[in-house]
């Protein structure tokens, strides 16, 4: 069985019930959810080998974080106990044409004060078959990219192939480091990089050529395909870019698709719509959960493995919470072209 390791911070998410605005509510849904915590999850949930390294503090919020990640299958044997708090995120969701918002409590975490060489890495990575990590690491403190560099260095040096999702998150990067300071040295290390344009342009400063990414509600792969070159130019470690394609037509109504470029051809995924979404949380993570299983799983189908990953993701966005808890069967039910919902008996 093929064994995964992820890396970063699962936090408490707290929602108002519903469509509610924060305004409106006088109680919160409770979730345990985060970036490399949710690919965990889709891993476990598909049948794989997968651990989730993490620093989470000693307290009873700690336990049930641990509880709902062993709930999931996820091994949880290399995660340290330690820190002040657990990341809070408030997340209001939208509709319509409203957005959702998110709100985010997590300074002083665990994880925010995790520091190099607290993690044997040696020990994380025996017999793993893959390592991956998100830009949101290393966002949350200098202590969390250092952690995060010396676990890519390691897995490098141990021929275990990194995956990352840049994950650019403006609110986060407060520590008096830039994106553009940190990332390239970690992304350096990685064999597969997803990524969308705004990741690319906001860590690496890297723009489309000639040509506009976004036409309304739909979106052209084509057009991201310079994004997807240069990419694996500046990182040419990389074997394989991918970006998902996001066409918002309105919070409630996507377009969903992904291109993947191995440097030498582009792979493009079938387009869904979305039409009804319950919730869009978490939508990358199950995109880059079901692109490991498929890498995997397929060997060389690329296009399998991206079809794999975009039909995963668009089941997710049915799915209240950040995980993807669908089964194997039910995204090859989709990539086969039934999208009837109908009930199983």
Not at 68 to 82: I, N
Not at 187 to 205: P, Q, R, T, W, Y
């Amino acid at each position: 069985m093929k064994k995964i390791v992820t890396f970063g911070e699962i936090m408490l998410r707290l929602s108002p019930p519903g469509f509610k605005r924060f305004s409106q509510t006088y109680n919160f849904d409770v979730v345990y959810g985060g970036g490399e915590s949710n690919v965990a999850v889709t891993l476990a949930n598909y049948g794989l080998n997968s651990s989730f390294v993490s620093r989470i503090p000693d307290n009873d919020i700690g336990d049930c974080a641990m509880m709902e990640l062993r709930k999931r299958g996820v091994d949880t044997g290399k995660v340290l106990r330690g820190g002040e708090r657990l990341g809070i995120y408030f997340l209001e969701t939208g509709a319509v044409s409203r957005g959702s918002k998110v709100v985010y409590d997590r300074a002083y975490s665990g994880m925010a004060t995790i520091e190099k060489g607290m993690i044997d890495w040696e020990e994380v990575f025996k017999d793993a078959d893959w390592f991956h990590w998100t830009g949101i690491t290393p966002a949350l403190s200098q202590g969390a990219a250092d952690a995060c560099l010396e676990a890519i260095q390691t897995a490098n040096r141990l021929g275990v192939p990194v995956s990352t999702d840049l994950n650019y998150r403006k609110k986060l990067w407060k520590y008096g480091k830039s994106p553009m300071d940190v990332m390239p040295e970690l992304v350096s290390g990685c064999d597969v990089i997803l990524g969308n344009e705004e990741d690319a342009e906001k860590h690496f400063g890297l723009h489309p050529e000639g040509v506009d990414v976004t036409h309304g509600g739909s979106v052209d792969g084509q057009a991201y395909l310079s994004v997807l070159k240069q990419l694996m130019e500046m990182f040419p470690r990389a074997k394989k870019t991918i970006t998902t394609l996001r066409g918002s037509i309105s919070a409630s109504h996507n377009s969903w698709s992904g291109v993947l470029w191995d440097g030498k051809q582009l792979y493009e995924a079938p387009t869904y719509q979305m039409t009804h979404i319950v919730d869009r949380v978490g939508g990358g993570d199950s995109f880059m959960g079901g692109l490991i299983y498929g890498l995997l799983t397929y060997g060389d189908d690329d296009q399998k493995a991206l079809n794999f990953a975009v039909a995963a993701s668009c089941l997710k966005h049915t799915i209240k919470g950040d995980a993807n808890l669908v089964t194997v069967e039910e995204v090859e039910k989709l990539m086969s072209g039934d999208a009837s919902g109908r009930v199983s008996r």
